[in-house]
Nanobody, 123 residues
Framework: VQLQASGGGLVQPGGSLRLSCAAS????????MGWFRQAPGKEREFVAA????????WYADSVKGRFTISRDNAKNTVYLQMNSLMPEDTAVYSC?????????????????WGQGTLVTVSS
């Protein structure tokens, strides 16, 4: 599976961005897509996850109510809509595929990773 993340950039506090993660190379079937982020000097942290089939989603408490994860199966793409952005959301955001098929927050369970896209929230 190859993953290509895009959509990062510089945005002012309170602004919005939409990240995309395009997947190719393998039928994703019952897998789970996740978004993670890593700020400078910090460990990678879970942001959100969605199964490739089904309506369940899962969010980190820090982004719940502000971020929305969604997918377009026809385009093999997962999105992360980020609203009400705050400076503490500044990080490199990466998408990943978990082959276990469960909504998991531990990055160790995710096998395939995209290259990451930088989101900077600053005035």
């Amino acid at each position: 599976v190859q993953l290509q993340a895009s959509g990062g950039g510089l945005v002012q506090p309170g602004g919005s961005l939409r990240l995309s993660c395009a997947a190719s190379g393998r039928t994703l079937g019952y897998y789970v897509m996740g978004w993670f982020r890593q700020a400078p000097g910090k460990e990678r942290e879970f942001v959100a996850a969605i199964p490739w089939a089904g309506d369940n989603t899962w969010y980190a408490d820090s982004v719940k109510g502000r971020f929305t994860i969604s997918r377009d199966n026809a385009k093999n793409t997962v999105y992360l809509q980020m609203n009400s952005l705050m400076p503490e959301d500044t990080a490199v955001y990466s998408c990943a595929v978990n082959l276990i098929g469960q909504l998991l927050a531990d990055p160790a369970y995710y096998r395939y990773w995209g290259q990451g896209t930088l989101v900077t929230v600053s005035s």
